[in-house]
């Protein structure tokens, strides 16, 4: 396991860092505040080759390790979590094809995301079926001549509003089966499709081989307001033998897959708000005085800050342990992922809490960014598995 940082990856690093600096962190919270989805900051990170990561070399012409990955999302995430949410959902929703598809489906599903910057959903979470997966009721039934025919409701899914492929999760044969597919609504249906918008701002896609599929209104979130959420329902949606990804028998091991590779993911997305939350911290206390002295040089702030930069580099040391287990697919690669989302998760909140407390009550006000940063944090501690849920896969692997 080798920590050390390549040309390769230090090219990566600055190429996000320059694109954060540039065009995300000027006017990102008046972005914010009209919850304004990026499209254009979308587009030049899909032009700067900062999206799609999890896309194979024999389709995207290179392969992108886990490690580089992960710096990218973390410097993404720096500026913004809810843009690189949004971004590294097109690898939620693509990573599972990659892994399972076969050659041709790679090339049906994954190659409309190096042509043009379009989106994609992924598909798991039910209104009865967060973290309990075996309960989500989204089934597909076949039917005579040889298609399925799926039908459900999924609620929380990112980049639903402007998605134009969905990797969607469901059970087989009956809303309460035991078996669980994976299966994807490709972007030439969706983007060939009828599409008309819905007075209450969602979409309703009438697919030309059957169905329809409908997202909801886009949620309003109290943080991550940069990336899009929506609800998405399916209708009596066709579903050739060909979109079905893999075995219709595994998708539950397919998920756990998905996940595992997720979670160093989000990761660094909390890793990059922890880091963000530290340095607007840190900036207002060297130029904030109290008591005849810099905030920064008072014994009890610089505790706190002390605590908030070794968190940060807790974080980052288990994500990068993490990164490298997966790679190299070891035996414990799944307890280290999940060590790395709840320590990333905790640096997040613990940063983002404690520099909002040093800030005093212009913390606590819209103008300063840290206000932004404490609500953000919130869902990093929740997403891809809760701290708890996290905990119980750690704790099942450890005996």
């Known amino acids: 396991m080798d920590l050390s940082i390549s040309d390769d990856q230090r090219m990566y690093v600055e190429t996000v860092q320059k694109f954060v600096r540039q065009d995300v962190l000027p006017g990102i919270l008046d972005r914010e505040k009209d919850h304004d989805f990026p499209l254009d900051l979308i587009r030049k990170a899909w032009e700067l080759g900062l999206l799609n990561l999890s896309i194979p070399a024999s389709v995207r012409g290179y392969d992108m390790d886990l490690v580089s990955t992960a710096l990218i999302v973390k410097e993404l995430s720096y500026g913004d979590t809810g843009l690189s949410t949004s971004a590294m959902c097109n690898d939620l929703a693509n990573v599972v094809v990659a892994m399972n598809g076969t050659d041709e489906q790679r090339e049906l599903f994954l190659r409309p995301f190096t042509e043009e910057p379009v989106l994609a959903s992924f598909c798991l979470t039910e209104p009865g079926a967060g973290s309990d997966n075996s309960a989500m009721t989204t089934f597909m039934r076949k039917q005579d001549d040889g298609t399925y025919l799926l039908n459900g409701e999924k ?59 409908v997202t909801g209104k886009p949620e309003t979130k109290l943080g991550q307001r940069l990336s899009n959420t929506a609800t998405v329902n399916f209708e009596d949606v066709v579903v050739p033998g060909d979109w079905i990804i893999g075995n219709r028998r595994l998708g539950f091991q397919y998920a756990m897959d998905v996940l595992d590779y997720a979670r160093p993911m989000v990761a660094a997305i909390g890793l990059g708000l922890a880091r963000r939350a530290f340095d607007v911290t840190i900036a207002y206390t060297r130029d904030r005085s109290q008591f005849g002295e810099r905030i920064c040089d008072m014994p009890v702030a610089r505790n706190t800050l002390v605590d908030m930069w070794k968190k940060v580099e807790t974080a980052e040391a288990i994500l990068m342990k993490a990164a490298c287990k997966i790679e190299e697919e070891t035996d414990d690669r799944g307890i280290f992922a999940s060590f790395a989302k709840n320590a990333a998760a905790e640096a997040a909140l613990f940063c983002a809490a404690e520099g909002l407390h040093l800030h005093g009550g212009y913390g606590f006000m819209e103008e300063y960014e840290i206000s932004k940063l404490l609500r953000d944090a919130q869902i990093v501690d929740i997403y891809e598995g809760t701290r708890e849920v996290q905990d119980m896969i750690i704790g099942r692997e450890l005996a």
Do not use: W
């Not at 929380?156 to 299966?183: D, R």
């Not at 918008?197 to 009438?206: A, H, K, V």
């Open 155 to 213: 609620c929380f899914i990112t980049n639903a509003s402007y998605a134009t492929q969905f990797t969607v999760f469901c059970k087989v044969g009956k809303p309460g089966g035991l078996m669980m597919a994976c299966l994807v609504i490709p972007h030439e249906t969706v983007s060939k499709a009828d599409i008309t918008t819905l007075p209450s701002g969602g979409r309703e896609i009438r697919l030309p081989g059957g169905g329809v599929v």
